[in-house]
């Protein structure tokens, strides 16, 4: 989604400059962009994910095949939305898909995200979930968990070749309390 940002014109009668406001990658501003973000974490998760999965499938030429979702049950309650999309190499993961307000999407409206912090919804609601990325010949399995530091990380668990179609998904576990709100 093209997002407007127009340079502002102003005038300002400082004496001494000006300095810009920055935002401190701290646990606190990753607490407030996390979890305190969505009143409705679970229509959020499953609104951001499969706006994701959509944005993939359109990105790919394949905005005509469906996405996959799963909603969690009693005997499986992990909630999975799976795209047959571009998927992501392990230099997009580290520099795009870890990045808050990072986004390969602004220069589009063919697109719907745009602010980089849909994939990280999955932390309004659990502490870890699993991305899955398949790229171009190769799986690459993640961790994503709140760190030591409260401060989110994402750590390669397994790598394997794969004849599947590039794409991703996500996995995220579901109380069994929250499983008909999910549905």
């Given at each position: 989604?093209?997002?407007?940002?127009?340079?502002?014109?102003?005038?300002?009668?400082t004496?001494?400059?000006?300095?810009?406001?920055?935002?401190?990658?701290?646990?606190?501003?990753?607490?407030?962009?996390s979890?305190?973000?969505?009143?409705?974490?679970?229509?959020?998760?499953?609104?951001?994910?499969?706006?994701?999965?959509?944005?993939?499938?359109?990105?790919?030429?394949?905005?005509?095949?469906?996405?996959?979702?799963?909603?969690?049950?009693?005997?499986?309650?992990?909630?999975?939305?799976?795209?047959?999309?571009?998927?992501?190499?392990?230099?997009?993961?580290?520099?795009?898909?870890?990045?808050?307000?990072?986004?390969?999407?602004?220069?589009?409206?063919?697109?719907?995200?745009?602010?980089?912090?849909?994939?990280?919804s999955?932390?309004?609601?659990?502490?870890?979930?699993?991305?899955?990325?398949?790229?171009?010949?190769?799986?690459?399995?993640?961790?994503?968990?709140?760190?030591?530091?409260?401060?989110?990380?994402?750590?390669?668990?397994?790598?394997?070749?794969?004849?599947?179609?590039?794409?991703?998904?996500?996995?995220?576990?579901?109380?069994?309390?929250?499983?008909?709100?999910?549905?």
């Open positions: 989604m093209l997002i407007d940002q127009e340079a502002r014109t102003f005038e300002s009668n004496v001494n400059g000006k300095s810009a406001f920055t935002i401190a990658a701290s646990s606190k501003a990753f607490q407030i962009l979890n305190q973000l969505y009143t409705d974490k679970p229509r959020a998760i499953l609104r951001e994910l499969s706006t994701n999965a959509l944005d993939s499938h359109i990105d790919a030429g394949k905005a005509d095949v469906p996405f996959e979702v799963q909603l969690p049950t009693t005997w499986d309650s992990t909630l999975i939305v799976k795209d047959f999309g571009t998927g992501m190499s392990p230099e997009q993961i580290e520099h795009l898909y870890c990045t808050y307000f990072g986004s390969d999407k602004t220069h589009t409206n063919d697109l719907v995200g745009g602010l980089g912090l849909g994939s990280k999955p932390f309004a609601y659990t502490d870890q979930f699993t991305a899955v990325s398949r790229h171009n010949g190769t799986k690459y399995t993640y961790a994503a968990f709140i760190g030591a530091a409260n401060v989110p990380e994402i750590s390669l668990i397994g790598q394997e070749d794969t004849d599947e179609e590039n794409g991703f998904e996500v996995h995220v576990p579901v109380k069994d309390s929250d499983i008909y709100t999910f549905e």
